[in-house]
């Protein structure tokens, strides 16, 4: 880049050389906590100042059901969907059960669920439309309902405190609408975006791609990020894509997922790429497509633990890491604080 | 093996079946935990019981000084091990923020420090000499030095409460210690054994390289795996040794955490290979080797974030999965309680 470097690049330049100063005078030879000091500084940028501080962490489980089930894409029905957010309200999910354990707030947006829940503690009801057309036969959404369900992202987000999101999802079917997004804003071939989801058989893959394919087909014009969202997508990943962006635009970190909040990432970064910078990917999921998306973003998971449940439960795993990287920039002392001996120029 | 089954392993057989029925039947898609599902599955083996629980945590230090140190291999003098040892005890360094955040107890077994430090709250006194002699020169400890020293970590951890042991260590001068024994075990070259330590340059590389290789010659009788640690080891990897060992027998979990851990384990598991089954690796270290190391064992590390600090920090690190692994398997609902429709078995 030849443009001249604006003050916000200056504050940041001189913040990175301050914490980067602080991490390398801790008692600790010179890199030695690895992905924690980068993730230390990356906080730190986030957040604009030395010290950053994580508060009320907000774990948000966006969920939805896709038309496209009906195709029998998944190894599970539809119902799973509604049948999974009661799961989760009543704390008997992976991820009710490692939110509880680290203390993040859970809240369940009903983005498009066949299903009606009343109003309950804990879900936030977001809904436009009892789940999306089956996009292999018409668009997913339109632009119109995928606006709308991205400015309830965003209203979501800021109605929520704290400074951290933590994106989950649940959508029978929502691997499929992620593949799809995939393909199209990665140009990759199909076949290396779509894996077996929540685990359909050899024959089950077969008709997921077959099925898959006449959509990209179909939607073929579908080609801006927002164009394909709205036609490929699903209400969850358009909410989630809404929320992001107002979590990058507030400042507020975003520890991302698995595959299909990868989705909702890349869409958001294709319209704003410094989205990325907001953003810790939590684990390499065993999706197939997943790691080779994440690479093609440019950006490296913090755990590979071969999972592929989805929900937040990677984010959640990942949760004591980045609360770690930040206390130890906060907590450790210096070497001149402990008294400890510096390296030695010369050997002993 | 063509040994006949005893009830040891029946019963092991029994309950490894029980506990993978259940992780089977908990609302997610089979598998799709990936290695907290293996986690939990061993953690009910060494417990031997279907619903494990992980009880008051003990992260114990390891610390002593090394002889070898005098010869130029460490970037640091070795009153860093005292100093360090002071800032474990003030909560300033690395390991004592997360074992902070974490609830771990720490412990820091002296165990040939170089230093008086008197009586101490959180510092047990395990020490048999002021370090190790230099083992360029002459044997580091002997076989009745180190036989004391593991008799020490036997007692030190049997003393101790709670059902898991967090490795840490610190001594200047234990990366050589740990590669001398790596390569004499392993049988692998020198070269594949050493990495840089705390971060010594290429001429202190070589230096190290030179002196570890006198050593190596100096007591090529040394093969006996008591009789290399003996030679070649520190008393810090000795009573760690007899620690993991008596942890082993006691059936509690044993989380090692990088390269120097690492050696005392492969020394406790070439004496009872068994020992394996009760320890979860917790990270792979940057420190050369080290990687190399944990593939020749046949283990699978849960992290790789580029750590190379040592102390107990990557054991600390990884423990919020274990303790995870354990919630899930305990409080996750079933299929069954939570009224979730099973996968199909016809496309819907």
Redesign the interface.
Known sequence: MNAPLNIADLHDAVLAARVQHRLDH?????G?????ESLALQIALVQGRDRPRLEAPQLVVFAADHGI??R?V???????TW??V??FL?????VS??A???GLALTVADCGVKHDFGARDGLVDAKLALGTADSSREPAMGRALCEQAMDRGAALLHALPGNVLLLGEMGIGNTSAASLLMSRLTGLPLAECVGRG??VDDA?LA?KLAVLGQALTLHAAAVEPLDALAALGGLEIGTMAGAVLQAAAERRLVVVDGFITTAAVAVAAALAPAVLQRCVFAHAS?ESGHAGWLKRLGVQP????????GEG?GAA?AW??I??AC??LE???SFD?????E??DE??
């Open positions: 801790l008692t600790k030879p010179l030695s906590l690895g992905r924690l089930a009906a029998g998944s190894a599970y029905p539809s119902e799973v049948q999974m009661e799961n009543a704390g008997g999910a992976a059960v490692l509880r354990q680290h929540t685990g089950g008709r065993a913090l755990l590979d633990l071969g999972l592929r449940l439960s795993l004591p890491i609360d770690s206390r130890v907590e450790m002392a604080s402990a008294g400890v001996s390296k030695l050997p002993a």
